[in-house]
């Protein structure tokens, strides 16, 4: 949509505001269906934080198979609207959330959590002993490569290398009221490092190469502990791998059972950077000018939605709409006032909207309570994000 179709569409709406344009929406998803290739993709639930959207995605095609939670109660609190099959990528000891889950795993839900140390484990057989089930777990397999000066990678989970992965394994099988239920091994340096930045050719080269070296070695370390893993006796129900950022690549391994993809569904700008992919800007934010200090510099309400990681310009939100229009560099994205450059052609009014797009993607859910969803030019809808749950898990 154009600035104009856009600030014509949400022009009855209270500013500031989230929407989601459904039909970008659903083409980024048959985008991921289409490099998917023949693997089922589980949805990142952390890039997404909108029930609503996580059901649309799943309806668009059987692709879409099953949640990658990031959050133990919030598994519970999607099982709750009966969502099957959620996998929670990351580890917790938190009792309290530890029985949620549990409790409901005893009501039926279909709930797996993450492990990657044996200390974690009487944690999760006490929530599960409580409870009165048995939890079924996952297996978190770092995926770094260790380079010749430079860890290229995450730091995520302890496990690296064949052996502990086994004897993790083992102590699962002997601890009471766990069962091992899968395997993930989230190559981030793959699916989640730009590789093309505008400007920066020999740093993106950098990072092709890098991204080159990196991918047979972690492969090959992955198949090798599903391998050892399965000989040692153990089930694994699913092997999960890759992100929105890999997989072309990752499909192509063939001890992973499935893929893992959410941050493509919303295209953020941390995306717009890739050598193989280019999603659609399905969702972003308006803020509305409430003063002008000069002719050609429109101030907004808010904005200071900041993405988590390291910090740097790329972090901040990018003025989207109107064409032109451009951050402060001494200002940047403030918590209560966000002042936009803008010289272009558009007759900008106070109370006029100026978009942004967010640079990570579910993290703006978090500061909105809702969606406001679009289709064509027009408003069809609206959806709860977490926050308009009444929900915060992080």
């Known amino acids: ?172 099988a002997g601890t009471p009221n766990l069962r091992l239920d899968g395997l993930m091994g989230y190559e981030a340096q793959l699916a989640g490092l730009q590789d093309l930045l505008p400007g920066q050719r020999l740093k993106s080269a950098a990072v092709r190469a890098l991204k080159r070296r990196s991918q047979p070695e972690v492969f090959a370390r992955r198949a090798a502990v599903v391998a050892a893993i399965k000989a040692r006796g153990h089930e694994l129900r699913f092997v999960n791998g890759g992100g929105t950022g890999s997989l072309e690549q990752t499909r192509t391994d063939a001890a992973v059972t499935e893929l893992a993809a959410g941050s493509g569904l919303y295209g953020p700008t941390l995306f717009d950077g ?22 050609n510099i429109y101030t907004c309400f808010g904005g200071g939605y900041i993405a988590s990681g390291s910090p740097g310009r790329d972090r901040q939100p990018t003025p989207f709409l109107p064409p032109g229009a451009g951050l402060l560099a001494n200002e940047g994205c403030g918590e209560v006032q966000t002042p936009v450059t803008y010289p272009g052609p558009e007759l900008l009014a106070l109370g006029d909207p100026i978009f942004f797009r967010h640079a990570k993607a579910g993290e703006l859910c978090e500061h909105f309570p809702e969606l406001v969803l679009l289709a064509g030019a027009a408003v069809v809808g609206r959806a709860p994000t977490y926050r308009g749950d009444g929900k915060s898990f992080v």
């Open 1 to 172: 949509m154009t600035y104009a179709e856009l600030r014509a569409a949400l022009r009855h709406e209270h500013l500031p505001l989230a929407y989601c344009d459904l039909d970008l929406l659903e083409a980024n998803a048959r985008s991921l269906v289409e490099r998917a290739g023949s693997l089922p993709i589980r949805l990142a639930s952390k890039s997404v934080r909108c029930r609503d959207i996580l059901r649309r995605v799943q309806a668009l095609s059987p692709v879409f198979q099953g949640i990658l939670c990031y959050s133990a109660a919030e598994a519970a609190h999607l099982a709750a609207d009966d969502f099957k099959d959620l996998v929670v990528a990351y580890p917790t000891v938190d009792r309290h959330d530890l029985d949620l889950a549990c409790t409901a795993i005893a009501g039926g839900a279909e709930i797996c959590l993450m492990v990657d140390d044996p200390l974690q484990l009487p944690f999760l057989s006490e929530a599960a002993t409580r409870a009165e089930v048995t939890l079924p777990v996952a297996i978190d397999l770092d995926m770094s490569s260790t380079l010749p000066g430079i860890h290229f990678g995450v730091r995520r989970s302890p496990v690296t290398e064949v052996d502990t992965a086994v004897a993790l394994a083992d102590a699962i």
């Open 274 to 295: 890739y050598d193989s992919f280019r999603p659609q800007p399905a969702a972003g934010f308006a803020l509305p000018i409430v003063r002008r200090p000069t002719p």
